[in-house]
């Protein structure tokens, strides 16, 4: 892990909040309109663009070593077959 | 490494005198492991018998038909009472945070743990807490009459002070990863020189386990506590199906943490008794890598088996499919463990002390609550047993007869190392056989008439199941007064006891190796460890 710190630029940083809030609008309107099957999955994969920018530059996840990433992924990977299971439930109910 | 038979007479403070502060601050500013483990063990002791008099209370009310001390709404609060308080109070934050704190440091050969601070930090947010949990019970619409389990609809509706409770439960649980994450650190990092991972005393992996366990799974408690307020204060519809919500989907997000929950529960238990059999038996364990293995094996196989709750609440049959076959793939691990243990038995040299009694104890009775729970996880049997009083027989079996016996053995096993005095033998035995019957005639009963019908949770019940409720009732008073004899043992021990030298049970792992009670810093010099944990040989240890 590096112990130097990193400083990312106030334009960086609010390019990509000016990118959350963009993608905000998108999960509102994904939620209003009946896109059928994409109502589900469009709004999970703007929630994991919207954590991924998170992660990655205010969670300084982009300038880490391999160790807390291999972390981060074996955590999400979790996440994920959580989720996933749930499915066995959703889409077969 | 000192020899063990050149030990020192117990006498000499260690950790207690040491300290630079004064009273009560010498204990909750401290961040010595140590210190931290016995503010944990008796936070813990203390809410552990508080939820004990409630579970006898329940007891009373239920030894015969109609009211006998309480009304419906009152016993509905004892039960959610006990049943939070028990869970997240004592049961899960209890073997990390009391023996995993004064113990593990010790076992890997390290000074303390990798974040002293943060792990003062987790007590303090254990107790913030826990203090939230019991303002809930007297203020609002007084305590939550929900159940532990907090369920949609009726907890987003309920006016008793739900949203105070699981916002006590939301602090409990960061408590919770913070200690997970302190643990894996110092596992990963602070091991002594030669600890390599297959010399991990098994007590280490199975807190190594739970750590993980704590830290990917205790944020989905949080998060789905979270909403429970939303829903009572803002209203979001997201458990409710007539705003498209899904009151299925809170069932899964709890039991996504809440069954692995019980693996926090049980593991170190399991870790517990993996020290106490070899030393006991005078005879390494067998199968020292399947154990640890199987540590890991159950903290995964279990974090994937939640939906075994919901068999009835409408969940896709596919889904039970895929729930079912999951759980019994769990017995596996626990099995190789039971397998394991037993095998470490034959042909040993046993010793009957106490904290043997309890590990032998854990046995039968974790083995009697892992197989009533495969007749829970099958989808056929579970119809007709599910929310009965088996569930509650069997879920007591796993936790009470498994988790709970084996922190009563660690505290027999540990406790004296640390005070340098231990308990008297004989009384310690008569406390394990009434606790041991008293069990067995409380849950065993429990078991019984849910087979025959009766439902948990309900206030009253048919003249025809009285008879058994007055015998689990009795049952309950047996075990209550083992309960009392044993507390009352131990601690005149531990304070007015036989002083013991650094290694009163022969054991081999290195927490037996320094002076009785640990100094401060733990090591004199950092341990070179040359020998496997149960290796009597390689300790000198005849």
Redesign the interface.
């Known amino acids: 892990m590096s112990e130097q710190q990193h400083i990312v630029s106030y334009g960086k940083l609010t390019a990509i909040w000016l990118g959350l809030l963009a993608l905000t609008a998108l999960t509102v309107w994904v939620a209003r309109h009946n896109v059928g099957i994409g109502h589900v999955w469009g709004s999970l994969a703007i929630a994991v663009v919207k954590g991924g920018l998170v992660i990655a530059f205010f969670m300084h996840m982009k300038y880490e070593g391999r160790l807390l990433r291999w972390l981060l992924f074996f955590?999400l990977s979790?996440?994920a077959?959580?989720i996933g299971?749930?499915f066995?439930?959703?889409?077969?109910? | 490494m000192i020899p063990v038979e050149n030990v020192p007479p117990a006498g000499d403070g260690g950790f207690w005198n040491d300290t630079g502060k004064t009273g009560i601050t010498a204990w909750i500013f401290s961040t010595d492991h140590k210190r931290i483990g016995l503010l944990y063990f008796y936070s813990v002791l203390t809410f552990f018998l508080i939820a004990v008099v409630l579970g006898v209370l329940l007891r009373i009310e239920l030894m015969a038909p109609g009211r006998t001390i309480m009304g419906p709404q009152t016993y509905n609060a004892v039960f959610t009472v006990h049943g939070v308080v028990m869970v997240f109070l004592f049961i899960i934050p209890g073997f990390q945070g009391s023996f995993g704190n004064l113990v593990m440091p010790i076992q890997i050969g390290a000074r303390d743990v990798a974040f002293p601070r943060l792990n003062l930090f987790s007590w303090w947010l254990y107790i913030a807490g826990a203090a939230v949990i019991i303002t809930s019970l007297f203020t609002g619409g007084g305590p939550p009459d929900t159940g532990w389990t907090f369920y949609v609809p009726f907890s987003e509706r309920t006016g008793t002070n739900v949203s105070l409770a699981v916002f006590g439960v939301f602090i409990v649980g960061f408590s919770s990863i913070v200690t997970g994450l302190n643990f894996v650190t110092t596992i990963h990092r602070l091991r002594a020189e030669g600890m390599t991972w297959g010399r991990l005393p098994l007590f280490v992996w199975s807190l190594y386990a739970t750590a993980w366990v704590q830290?990917?799974a205790t944020p989905?408690l949080g998060i789905t506590l979270a909403l429970i307020i939303a829903e009572r204060f803002l209203g979001t519809g997201l458990f409710d199906p007539a705003r498209g919500g899904?009151p299925?989907?809170y069932q899964?997000l709890f039991w996504?943490y809440s069954h692995p929950a019980v693996y926090i529960m049980i593991l170190p238990g399991m870790g517990v008794i993996s020290e106490i059999i070899p030393a006991f038996a005078r005879k390494p364990i067998f199968g020292y890598k399947m154990i640890a293995f199987s540590s890991l094996a159950i903290a995964a196989a279990g974090?994937?088996v939640w939906?075994h709750h919901?068999f009835t609440s409408?969940?896709?049959?596919?889904?039970i499919l895929?729930?079912s076959f999951l759980t019994f793939v769990v017995a596996i691990p626990s099995a190789i463990k039971v397998f394991n243990w037993v095998s470490t038995l034959y042909r040993g040299s046993i010793s009957l002390e106490a904290p043997m009694l309890f590990a032998l104890a854990f046995i039968l009775l974790f083995s009697i609550g892992g197989l009533t729970g495969l007749i829970l996880g099958a989808a056929a049997t579970d119809i007709h047993v599910h929310d009965t009083q088996f569930v509650v027989g069997h879920f007591h079996y796993v936790i009470f007869g498994g988790a709970v016996f084996a922190f009563f053995g660690a505290m027999h096993y540990w406790l004296p190392k640390f005070y340098g005095r231990r308990y008297a033998e004989k009384p310690a035995v008569v406390a394990w056989v009434l606790m041991f019957v008293g069990f067995n005639i409380t849950y065993f009963t429990m078991m019984v008439l849910g087979m025959k019908g009766m439902p948990r949770r309900y206030y009253d019940y048919l003249p025809e199941f009285a008879p058994l409720n007055l015998v689990s009732t009795i049952g309950s008073w047996i075990l209550v007064s083992g309960l009392i004899l044993m507390l009352v043992n131990l601690f005149r021990g531990l304070f007015k006891g036989e002083p013991i030298d650094r290694n009163p049970w022969g054991a081999a792992t290195l927490e037996w190796t320094i002076p009785t009670p640990p100094p401060t810093e733990n090591f004199e010099e950092e341990p070179v460890v040359t020998h496997g944990p149960y290796d009597f040989k390689g300790a000198g240890i005849p």
Not at chain 2, 314 to 319: C, F, I, N, Q
């Open positions: 955590a979790v996440l077959i959580f299971f749930t066995f439930d959703v889409l077969y109910r | 830290i990917l989905i899904d299925l989907m899964h996504i974090s994937l939906g919901m409408g969940m896709s049959d596919t889904a895929v729930f």
